[in-house]
């Protein structure tokens, strides 16, 4: 995999997508944070992962031999006072609390292929599968992560758009991934991106992770990439 090819410069800012080396401790940390922050995110399950997910993720994400994981790493040199990065989304009046105080939610410093300073912002994590229809591999996207403070600045799409990349060099037909019903940046974002609900108004009704007896509707969504 070229990590030049995943990694161009960001136009405005110093962003970079590349492979996280769970092997190296910084980006151990930095999946590991940042998919810590998306499980106390309302969006996620709203309660941090267990001490035993904890111990665990890394080491059992290093086992699973198709496993991608991609980072989204910013240059903090590069957002200077006059562009600050976005304040959380819980700041917005019609946006929902965030469950945890947003000392934790901050970013893992992380190095790039330029050297050390860049903090980790965003992970996509994949897994391949497989389509007896079309006998050709395909991609589940299982966690797209971004810290609040770095959401609507574009580095979902380019993680989503190197996922995309990969896909295609790999030959896959599609990538898949699920997304909950109320979670309407999300969905925007994959619709934008050439997601569809597959099949159409397909939805599986799950139990809230923070709460049992709450039913969460989550979509099943595609992207096809060959017939």
């Known amino acids: 995999m ?5 990694s161009p410069p960001a136009a405005a800012h110093a962003v970079a997508i590349r492979p996280a080396d769970l092997a190296a401790a910084a980006d151990a940390a930095a999946v590991l944070g940042l998919l810590d922050a998306y499980a106390r995110d309302p969006m996620g399950q709203g309660r941090p992962l267990t001490r035993e997910a904890r111990a665990c993720l890394i080491p059992a994400l290093r086992r699973v ?3 991608l994981v991609l980072l989204a790493v910013v240059d903090p040199a590069a957002w200077g006072a006059a562009d600050p ?18 000392a934790v939610l901050v970013a893992t410093p992380v190095a790039t292929m330029a050297g050390a300073g860049a903090l980790a912002v965003g992970v996509a994590v994949c897994f391949t599968g497989f389509s007896t229809f079309q006998a050709r591999g395909l991609l589940n996207l299982h966690d797209l992560a971004l810290l609040p403070a770095w959401r609507g600045r574009g580095i979902g799409r380019r ?38 609900v597959a099949p159409p108004d397909a939805a599986v009704p799950m139990a809230d992770g923070a709460n049992s007896s709450t039913a969460i509707t989550h979509l099943f969504c595609e992207k096809r990439l060959a017939d």
């Open 2 to 6: 070229n990590q030049s090819r995943l």
């Open 85 to 102: 990065p976005a304040p959380p989304a819980a700041h917005a009046p019609d946006a929902a609390p965030l469950a945890v105080p947003e």
């Open 159 to 196: 993680l989503l758009a190197a996922v995309e990349a990969i896909a295609r060099a790999r030959g896959y037909c599609k990538i898949t991934l699920e997304v909950r019903g109320d979670n309407a940046p999300a969905r925007a974002l994959y619709a934008s991106a050439g997601f569809g």
């Open 65 to 67: 031999s198709d496993a």
